[in-house]
């Protein structure tokens, strides 16, 4: 088993900032990619933004020029700089993770609990 633990959220005021944390441990031959996820109440989850083992990242166009990730492959750990941050912003926020555990024929999909990120305007 994979597990990922998210830190990090809480309240901040609109144009403030926050920084994401999300460790993966457990059985872990390899992670891959790893990335952010959010979900507001009423709405689909949608990316935030992703990073690969070798440090490309792909962000989706809501947080572009606003929210940087960043990962330490040796920690297993991922990060998400949140700057400028706007009510819209508010959500859950899922840490995820493609990984393969030691043994598998596979990789898969693994998920955090998620972390609530308030926008007070």
């Known amino acids: 088993q994979v597990q990922l633990v998210e830190s990090g959220g809480g309240l901040v005021q609109a144009g403030g900032s926050l920084r994401l944390s999300c460790a993966a441990s457990?059985?872990?031959?390899?992670?891959?990619?790893m990335g952010w996820y959010r979900q507001a109440p009423g709405k689909q989850r949608e990316l935030v933004a992703t990073?690969?083992?070798?440090?490309?990242?792909n962000y989706g166009d809501s947080v572009k020029g606003r929210f940087t990730i960043s990962r330490d492959n040796a920690k297993k750990t991922v990060y998400l700089q949140m700057d400028s941050l706007k009510p819209e912003d508010a959500a859950v926020y899922y840490c995820?993770?493609?990984?393969?555990?030691?043994?598998?024929?596979?990789?898969?999909?693994?998920w955090g609990q998620g972390t609530q990120v308030t926008v007070s305007s």
């Open positions: 995820n993770a493609d990984g393969v555990e030691f043994g598998a024929v596979s990789g898969a999909d693994y």
């Open positions: 457990g059985n872990i031959f390899t992670i891959n990619a």
């Open positions: 990073i690969t083992s070798s440090g490309s990242t």
